[in-house]
């Protein structure tokens, strides 16, 4: 008979073994097909970016003829400016000789402006002397004629002079002859007074002429002049002119050789991608083949094991059919009967019937209240969510344990007492007398039978447990990894006992984080361990039925703690959460492993986590903007790839509610202010452990990228734009006309590429600005990462859908502008279309301007903040974008066509996003063409069906989490940071 029961436990024994290998066969074949897909995928995409590349290099080649052609252009202008300028410096010699000529003219006609003085001064004096001389002339003659009658009357009667005071004719003859000289002296002066005086005269007349010739050489000399100077100012306009000209063409000129040079140097980085690419189809085609091979055997060895399972399996039939194992079969309940412990439970039960002591056991519906004072909670549903399992082997119920089984009852959790439960019968919770050597088989049996998709196991029920335990369902779901997780063990004074533990080099287990406030952001977050804290412990239902159970330990703590091990040993992960708390009622008492537990965990290693920090203004808010999803998926995709995350928001370190707890329950780590006083102090004291930092929005991290770069100087530092600011505040800035406007968006503009400078690589969302940085900034080390969102698919088809809506935040101010844009231009087109046709504006932070556009007549419907948009994208028609600037890609588009609802939308709503105008979307910016499109998209259900189609790949392409996932891959292997 033993050798026939060591024979059976053997073949049984063979037989798990068999199947346990084949199991493992079976994964290993599995993922071996899964690593072959992959291969398959990732050689297809490598073809598809080879041709890519060949594609972008041929467009490359063109854009340089272009750039040549355009470098000619230049040129030739540059040319033709350089004569204009040659002339005009000509232009400008000639008008100095010109100018130089008026002023020797002016000094010229100042001489004979002296000249002509100095005549007419001389005229003067001769015209003065000639009215002498005439005067004289006249006395003259007036002497000459009375001494003539006198000579006459001298001649006719000489007796007649007598008395005239000659006393001899000879005197009187001699007066004559001197009257004769004087009056022929008197002639010759008066002759050459005459001809000087003509000489004079003719001097003077000349003078005149020359004086008028000079005025008149003076007159001409000042309309030259005068012409000159209108020449002068038109050449200075136009040098002024052909000097801008000349500035501009030589910038032009210096932006094509810098476009013409960064092109080159792409095409170089291309010719090297398509190396690289062509290498790595190589590598991965040898890899496939390799694969394959391994396939092949992997398929070899699970037939074998399949043939030797098959063989264990006939061989543990013709033993289950033997005689013999009847037998044994039929006398097991025989031999359980006379088992020890079995003898005793027979025993009290023979006394209690023979004293008449016996008690009819309550039904598990009873409900009756521990003490007066407890409250009575509900009654437990059918299939509870969560069950507690209470491990009580003190003999008194006391008041404090009552007290704690009834608040944890309050929870609505089904409650399970094991252990020495007599004083607890009678009680409204499920009763399990168990001896403490048997509690393993209880925990082992319920969580192999339960329907609670998680049970807490709490080790004594005076342990004081607060906090809240449906938290443990929501941790297992928010974290896969995660199948056994403990509480946090506190104090009296809500420091920390334990979080998690570790093991010495004596192999005892020492608590974490001793003395450490529960509040502190290291604990306050969901994180795994190394080994699990056994007091109050979760353990996931369909985690621990995959681990195979719980293994034969000295104690319940042993067990759940050897549980543990095995789940680390399997990649799993050991979890603490710090939203529930625990107050141990005695100490602990040592636990001791079995040997094969023992060597496992003395096996395992800890490895060490990447530590990522993210940094935002706010902490994220993923159902009230875009870029709050993104943030938060990007948070997931790290925790995925095996990195520690840490959130920091800069602008408002207090607690943001649900918000903040749903990161914590993901393993993020938040400092709050009760943490640090200021963002630079939180990296000053642990700036150092991060190797890597993801840095959100030109307006938060411009005051955080240097304290990064001088506190955190190992980690490498990722700027994502998620727009970028100063270019959707230039277009606002267009379309508003104010100055001020545009001065704010060229402040940005400085602190944004500052931030692009500081950084080791830049995120960009849409092609179009990843594009613009590159021709403004060449040197910015740039990536192409668009937003990242869930693709579930179409939610509901065309028929039965009704209305358009919109979707955005309202402290964003384009979202604004596009609802009053969609509500005054665009709808009424709408309505006198389809009179019944209804609007719906959704969004979070509804200001008075946008409440102010409900007009329910109009069919216009302001929603205002919704938690769920599901509801709205399965019942609603058609999506709309009306945006009229911004910049990025726009979650309110990438959401719709991950659901396939059909968008309407602005080329500036779709810009870089890969969208193309009736295959994807409709793009329409004028209002009527805008309004006809919803209209079709109301009544034609084959354009919506194919929109829709053609929406959801678009957004798997582009949006999903596996396409951001790879790219963020990318990204991290470029810096020389892990991926795995």
């Not at 000087?196 to 005269?201: N, T, V």
């Not at 210096?254 to 690289?276: F, H, I, K, M, N």
């Not at 049996?445 to 449906?470: K, M, N, P, W, Y």
């Given at each position: 008979m033993a050798a026939l029961q060591e024979a059976t436990a053997s073949a049984n024994a063979k037989v798990a073994t068999l199947e346990h290998e084949n199991a493992s066969l079976n994964d290993e074949a599995g993922v071996r097909a899964g690593a072959l897909a992959?291969?398959?995928?990732?050689?297809?995409?490598?073809?598809?970016?080879?041709?890519?590349?060949?594609?972008?290099?041929?467009?490359?080649?063109?854009?340089?003829?272009?750039?040549?052609?355009?470098?000619?252009?230049?040129?030739?202008?540059?040319?033709?400016?350089?004569?204009?300028?040659?002339?005009?410096?000509?232009?400008?010699?000639?008008?100095?000789?010109?100018?130089?000529?008026?002023?020797?003219?002016?000094?010229?006609?100042?001489?004979?402006?002296?000249?002509?003085?100095?005549?007419?001064?001389?005229?003067?004096?001769?015209?003065?002397?000639?009215?002498?001389?005439?005067?004289?002339?006249?006395?003259?003659?007036?002497?000459?004629?009375?001494?003539?009658?006198?000579?006459?009357?001298?001649?006719?009667?000489?007796?007649?002079?007598?008395?005239?005071?000659?006393?001899?004719?000879?005197?009187?003859?001699?007066?004559?002859?001197?009257?004769?000289?004087?009056?022929?002296?008197?002639?010759?002066?008066?002759?050459?007074?005459?001809?000087?005086?003509?000489?004079?005269?003719?001097?003077?007349?000349?003078?005149?002429?020359?004086?008028?010739?000079?005025?008149?050489?003076?007159?001409?000399?000042?309309?030259?002049?005068?012409?000159?100077?209108?020449?002068?100012?038109?050449?200075?306009?136009?040098?002024?002119?052909?000097?801008?000209?000349?500035?501009?063409?030589?910038?032009?000129?210096?932006?094509?050789?810098?476009?013409?040079?960064?092109?080159?140097?792409?095409?170089?980085?291309?010719?090297?991608?398509?190396?690289?690419?062509?290498?790595?189809?190589?590598?991965?085609?040898?890899?496939?083949?390799?694969?394959g091979h391994e396939a092949e055997i992997l398929r070899r060895r699970a037939e074998d094991a399949e043939a030797l399972r098959q063989s264990a399996q006939r061989r543990y039939e013709k033993i289950s059919g033997s005689v013999t194992w009847t037998l044994v079969r039929r006398t097991r309940k025989i031999r359980e009967y006379f088992l020890p412990h079995r003898l005793k439970q027979r025993g009290r039960r023979i006394i209690r019937v023979l004293t008449g002591k016996r008690k009819k056991r309550p039904s598990v519906s009873t409900q009756i209240a521990i003490t007066a004072a407890a409250p009575s909670p509900p009654p437990p549903a059918s299939t509870p969510d969560l069950t507690v399992f209470i491990v009580t082997l003190e003999r008194q119920a006391s008041t404090k344990a009552s007290e704690n089984v009834a608040r944890i009852a309050e929870s609505g959790a089904q409650i399970i007492l094991c252990g020495d439960v007599a004083n607890w019968a009678g009680s409204r919770y499920i009763t399990v007398p168990s001896a403490a050597a048997n509690v393993i088989d209880h925990i082992d049996?319920?969580?192999?039978?339960?329907?609670?998709?998680?049970?807490?196991?709490?080790?004594?029920?005076?342990?004081?447990?607060?906090?809240?335990?449906?938290?443990f369902p929501e941790l297992f779901s928010a974290n896969p990894l995660m199948v056994v997780c403990g509480a946090l063990e506190v104090d009296h004074e809500d420091r920390v006992v334990a979080a998690g533990a570790t093991r010495n080099q004596n192999g005892d287990l020492v608590p974490l984080n001793v003395g450490q406030p529960m509040t502190d952001f290291r604990v306050a977050s969901v994180h795994s361990t190394e080994f699990l804290w056994p007091l109050v412990v979760a353990v996931d239902t369909d985690g621990f039925r995959h681990l195979g159970g719980l293994g034969v330990e000295s104690s319940g703590e042993a067990a759940l703690l050897a549980l543990a091990v095995e789940a680390r040993r399997r990649g799993l992960e050991v979890g603490v959460n710090p939203f529930v708390q625990a107050i141990r009622s005695d100490s602990l008492r040592p636990i001791q492993l079995n040997a094969g537990v023992e060597k496992t965990a003395g096996a395992l290693v800890h490895t060490h986590k990447p530590k990522v920090l993210f940094t935002d203004a706010l902490t994220p808010t993923p159902d009230r903007d875009s870029g709050s999803i993104d943030i938060y998926w990007y948070m997931r995709i790290f925790l995925e790839l095996g990195y520690e995350v840490t959130f920091l928001p800069v602008q408002d370190l207090k607690h943001a509610g649900r918000y903040t707890r749903a990161l914590q329950m993901l393993g993020i780590r938040c400092p709050l202010e009760g943490d640090v006083d200021q963002p630079w102090m939180f990296l000053r004291d642990f700036g150092s452990e991060f190797d890597l930092v993801m840095t959100y929005r030109a307006s938060s991290a411009c005051h955080v990228i240097d304290p990064i770069r001088e506190f955190a100087p190992k980690a490498r530092v990722v700027f994502d734009t998620v727009d970028l600011h100063f270019l959707r505040e230039h277009r606002a800035a267009e379309l508003s006309g104010s100055r001020e406007d545009m001065e704010h968006a060229l402040r940005t503009r400085v602190e944004e590429l500052k931030v692009m400078k500081l950084s080791d690589a830049t995120i960009l969302l849409s092609s179009l600005e990843y594009d613009y940085i590159g021709e403004i900034s060449p040197e910015t080390r740039r990536y192409l990462i668009s937003i990242v969102r869930d693709v579930p698919g179409v939610g509901a088809p065309a028929a039965g859908r009704r209305g358009a809506m919109f979707v955005g935040g309202f402290k964003h101010a384009p979202n604004t502008d596009a609802a009053v844009f969609l509500c005054s231009e665009i709808w009424p087109r709408v309505r006198s279309r389809d009179p019944l046709a209804e609007l719906s504006i959704i969004g979070a932070d509804v200001s008075p301007e946008i409440q102010a556009l409900h007009n329910p007549s109009q069919g216009i419907n302001i929603v205002g903040f919704v938690e769920d948009l599901d509801p709205f994208y399965k019942s609603m028609r058609v999506n709309l974008a009306p945006l009229r600037y911004g910049a990025g890609v726009k979650g309110k588009v990438a959401a719709s066509l991950s659901v396939g609802l059909p968008t309407v939308a602005t080329p500036t709503a779709v810009e870089g996003m890969f969208l193309e105008d009736g295959r994807d979307v409709l793009v329409c910016e004028d209002p009527e063409a805008f309004a006809e499109a919803v209209v079709r998209l109301f009544r034609d259900d084959v354009l919506w069906e194919r929109l829709s189609c053609n929406a959801v790949k678009a957004a798997q392409d582009t949006f999903s989490i596996d396409a951001a996932r790879s790219r963020l891959k990318t990204m991290l292997v470029d810096l020389g940071l892990p991926t795995e």
């Open positions: 992959e291969a398959q995928q990732a050689l297809a995409a490598l073809q598809e970016a080879a041709s890519s590349a060949n594609a972008r290099v041929a467009a490359f080649e063109y854009e340089n003829a272009c750039l040549k052609e355009e470098v000619a252009a230049h040129a030739s202008v540059l040319a033709e400016t350089q004569e204009a300028v040659t002339a005009l410096r000509e232009a400008t010699d000639h008008a100095a000789e010109l100018d130089a000529a008026l002023g020797a003219a002016q000094d010229q006609l100042t001489e004979f402006k002296g000249r002509l003085s100095a005549a007419e001064s001389q005229a003067q004096s001769l015209a003065a002397e000639v009215l002498d001389a005439r005067e004289q002339a006249t006395a003259a003659a007036s002497n000459l004629e009375r001494l003539s009658e006198l000579a006459s009357g001298l001649r006719n009667d000489p007796e007649a002079f007598e008395g005239g005071g000659f006393d001899d004719p000879a005197d009187m003859q001699a007066l004559f002859q001197n009257v004769a000289v004087a009056i022929g002296g008197l002639k010759r002066q008066r002759g050459i007074d005459a001809e000087a005086l003509e000489r004079q005269r003719d001097q003077n007349h000349k003078l005149i002429e020359d004086a008028k010739a000079a005025w008149s050489q003076a007159a001409d000399a000042r309309e030259k002049m005068r012409l000159l100077s209108t020449q002068i100012v038109e050449d200075n306009t136009v040098r002024t002119s052909l000097t801008s000209r000349l500035d501009e063409t030589r910038r032009d000129l210096e932006r094509v050789l810098g476009e013409r040079s960064a092109l080159e140097t792409l095409a170089v980085e291309q010719d090297r991608l398509l190396a690289e690419a062509q290498a790595n189809v190589a590598a991965l085609s040898r890899q496939v083949q390799i694969a049996h319920h969580l192999r039978t339960s329907a609670s998709a998680t049970t807490v196991i709490v080790f004594g029920a005076e342990t004081q447990v607060s906090g809240d335990l449906g938290t």
